[in-house]
C-alpha cells in the first residue's frame, strides 16, 4: 500500500514537472522575438562594417609602410566600398592630405587615428552633443509619423519605438494608416498588443487620411501620451502617392496644429546611395524632421551614416541595428565612430 504511494506519488510529480517544462519551453519559443535580450553593444552590432572598413585599412597600411599617393587612392576606394559616398569620401581625403602636407601623419599606422578623427569632426559639425533628440517629447500627444519605400522597417520600427514608450509608462496609439494590405493593418495589431499600445484602425482600402482623422481624434480625447503613425511603403517616384503623404500630415494638422512634431523618414542602409536619393524627395514631399537608418547590423556598408550626414541637412535620429526591442538606438556620434574604429 505505502510503496503504491510512493510510486503514484513520483509518477504525479514526474507528470507536474513534465508539464511545467512544456510549458516553460513553449513560452520560451514564442517569446523567442518578443522579448528582448540584454542589449549588445554597437560595436558588436556594426561588426560588420568596422570589419569591411578596418580591416582593409589594416591589410593596406601593413602592405605599404609609407603614406604616398597609391596608398591614398586605395584608401579613398575603401570608404567608397563602405557607402561612404563620393562627396564625403572626397571631403575625408582632402582633409588627410591637408594633414600629410602639415607633416601631421607620419607612417601609414597612424592613418587610422587621423581617418577617425576627420570622420568624427565631420559627423559633429551637424550636432551639438553628437546626438539630435526628438523635439517637442513634452507635447500630449506627441506625435510621430513614419514614412519610407516598402520594406524598409516602418513598422518594426514603430514596434520598437512603442515597446521604448510603454516600458517609460506612457500610453501609445498607433495608427494604422497603411491600409494597403490586409497583412499590414494585422501586423500592426499583433506590435500592438505585444508592446502594449493601443491601435486605431479601419478595414484594408480606406483612406489613410481617414484612419488618421479618427485616431488623432481618439488620442486627443483620450490623452494619449504617444500616437505612431505607420504607412504604406511608397517609392519616392510616385508623384500621387507622395502627395497622399501631404494629405495625411494636413488631416493631422487639422486636429493638432503644431503636430507631427517628427516626420521620419525609414531607409534601409543596406539600400546604399539610393537612400539619399529617397531622403531628398521624400522630404520634398513632407518636410523630414530626421532619418532612421536600419539593417545596420546586416551590412558592411554603414558607412552610409556618414554620406547621410554629409550630403543632407536631415539629422540621422535613430539606427535599427537587429530585430530585438533594443536594436533600435538613438544615433550617437561618438558611439557610432568608436564602434567603427576601436
Ligand atoms: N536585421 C534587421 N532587420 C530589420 C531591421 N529593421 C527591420 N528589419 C526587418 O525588415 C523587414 C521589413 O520590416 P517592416 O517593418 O515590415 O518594413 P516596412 O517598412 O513596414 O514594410 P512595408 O510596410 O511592407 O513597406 C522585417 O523582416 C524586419 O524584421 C533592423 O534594424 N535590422
Ligand atoms: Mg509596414
Known amino acids: 500500500m505505502d510503496s503504491n504511494i510512493i510510486i503514484y506519488s513520483a509518477?504525479?510529480?514526474?507528470?507536474v514537472f513534465a508539464v511545467i517544462s512544456i510549458i516553460l519551453i513553449i513560452r520560451k519559443k514564442n517569446n523567442k522575438i518578443t522579448v528582448s535580450s540584454q542589449p549588445e553593444s554597437l560595436k558588436l552590432k556594426l561588426a560588420k562594417t568596422k570589419n569591411g572598413l578596418l580591416g582593409k585599412l589594416a591589410e593596406l597600411v601593413n602592405l605599404r609602410g609609407k603614406v604616398d599617393a597609391e596608398l591614398i587612392d586605395d584608401l579613398e576606394e575603401i570608404l567608397l566600398?563602405?557607402?561612404v559616398g563620393v562627396k564625403a569620401s572626397f571631403d575625408i581625403i582632402e582633409s588627410l592630405k591637408e594633414e600629410i602636407r602639415l607633416n601631421k601623419i607620419a607612417s601609414a599606422a597612424n592613418i587610422q587615428a587621423y581617418l577617425e578623427e576627420i570622420i568624427r569632426k565631420l559627423l559633429l559639425k551637424d550636432y551639438a552633443d553628437g546626438t539630435d533628440h526628438f523635439k517637442n517629447l513634452d507635447s500630449r500627444p506627441f506625435v510621430?509619423?513614419?514614412?519610407g519605400v516598402n520594406g524598409v522597417g516602418k513598422t518594426t520600427t514603430i514596434a520598437k519605438l512603442a515597446?521604448?514608450?510603454?516600458n517609460a509608462g506612457k500610453s501609445v496609439l498607433m495608427i494604422a494608416a497603411d491600409t494597403f494590405r490586409a497583412a499590414a493593418i494585422d501586423?500592426?495589431?499583433i506590435w500592438a498588443d505585444r508592446t502594449g499600445a493601443d491601435i486605431m484602425k479601419q478595414q484594408e482600402g480606406s483612406d489613410p487620411s481617414s484612419v488618421v482623422y479618427d485616431g488623432m481624434m481618439k488620442a486627443v480625447n483620450k490623452k494619449f501620451d504617444v500616437v505612431l503613425i505607420d504607412t504604406a511603403g511608397r517609392q519616392h517616384t510616385k508623384i500621387n502617392l507622395m502627395n497622399e503623404l501631404s494629405k495625411i500630415k494636413r488631416t493631422i494638422k487639422k486636429i493638432v496644429p503644431d503636430a507631427p512634431h517628427e516626420t521620419l523618414l525609414v531607409v534601409d542602409a543596406t539600400t546604399g546611395q539610393n537612400a539619399v536619393t529617397q531622403a531628398e524627395l521624400f522630404n520634398k514631399a513632407t518636410d523630414l524632421t530626421g532619418l532612421v537608418l536600419t539593417k545596420l547590423d546586416g551590412t558592411a556598408k554603414g558607412g552610409i551614416v556618414i554620406g547621410i550626414k554629409h550630403q543632407l541637412d536631415i539629422p540621422v535620429k535613430l539606427i535599427g541595428?537587429?530585430?530585438t526591442y533594443n536594436d533600435l538606438r538613438n544615433f550617437d556620434v561618438n558611439?557610432?565612430?568608436e564602434a567603427i574604429f576601436e
Open 144 to 147: 510621430v509619423l513614419f514614412t
Open 335 to 337: 558611439e557610432f565612430v
Open 11 to 15: 509518477v504525479a510529480l514526474f507528470i
Open 187 to 189: 501586423q500592426l495589431a
Open 163 to 166: 515597446k521604448r514608450f510603454t
Open 321 to 323: 541595428v537587429g530585430e
Open 81 to 83: 566600398q563602405a557607402d
